[in-house]
């Protein structure tokens, strides 16, 4: 099985500020790592999938990078309605997530 | 619009079994892998089964292998999960989400998620 670690797990932060949360895969999965927001009482919202595309509709302040077994997402400028849950998921074999980071407003 | 809808979660004694239905609307089921993804109160996100656009090829998290079926009906467009021998480690609220195909497989449409209770 492929284990996701994600860190920070929790992160404070203000509005206007650039914060980035990685994602560290168990073994090499090229590309195939997505990213989740998810806001409280909501459904999982795709963000960026195959590491660096951004789903359609998404705000261009988000953006993802990396291959292999690390990455990244990051968001240039947080916005107030950016304070979430956020996840990233590996598609390579089968499905795993990692644990999640809270982004909280400071 | 492209929607999913889950349904068939309930409050259930360990040991029992539920089946669990979801929905697709404005969009054809067949031409994609399905999942069902769950999140356990105050918890993080939990891929648990998963199926391809024909119902060839399921995979499953190992605590529910032996326990859980994945089947898809793509002339109803429909995807269901039989649950047996429910554990209280099972109470979560239950997604289903469709596959992007070009996307790598990513989740791009979820349900609003049907609440699963294990409880005695």
């Known amino acids: 099985d492929i284990q996701m670690t994600q860190s920070p797990s929790s992160l404070s932060a203000s509005v206007g500020d650039r914060v980035t949360i990685t994602c560290r895969a168990s073994?090499?999965?090229?590309?195939?790592l997505n990213w989740y927001q998810q806001k409280p009482g909501e459904a999982p919202k795709l963000l960026i999938y195959?590491?660096?595309n951004l789903q359609s509709g998404v705000p261009s302040r988000f953006s993802g990078s990396g291959s292999g077994t690390d990455f990244t997402l990051t968001i240039s400028s947080l916005q107030r309605e950016d304070f979430a849950a956020y996840y990233c998921?590996?598609?390579?074999?089968?499905?795993?997530f990692g644990q999640g980071t809270k982004l909280e407003i400071k | 619009d492209v929607q999913l809808v889950e349904s068939g979660g309930g409050v259930v004694r360990p040991g029992g079994s539920l089946r669990l239905s979801c929905a697709a609307s404005?969009?054809?089921?067949?031409?994609?892998?399905m999942s069902w993804v769950r999140q356990a109160p105050g918890k993080g996100l939990e891929w648990v089964s998963g199926?391809?656009?024909?119902?060839?090829?399921?995979g499953y998290i190992d605590s529910v292998k032996g326990r859980f079926t994945i089947s898809r009906d793509n002339a109803k467009n429909s995807l269901n999960l039989q649950m047996n021998s429910l554990r209280a480690e099972d109470t979560a609220l239950y997604y289903c989400?469709?596959?992007?195909?070009?996307?790598?497989?990513?989740?791009?449409?979820w349900g609003q998620g049907t609440m699963v209770t294990v409880s005695s």
């Open positions: 989400a469709r596959q992007f195909q070009l996307g790598n497989d990513a989740f791009d449409i």
């Open positions: 073994q090499s999965i090229d590309n195939y």
């Open positions: 199926i391809n656009w024909n119902g060839n090829s399921r």
């Open positions: 404005g969009f054809n089921l067949e031409t994609h892998g």
């Open positions: 195959g590491a660096s």
């Open positions: 998921q590996q598609s390579y074999y089968t499905h795993s």
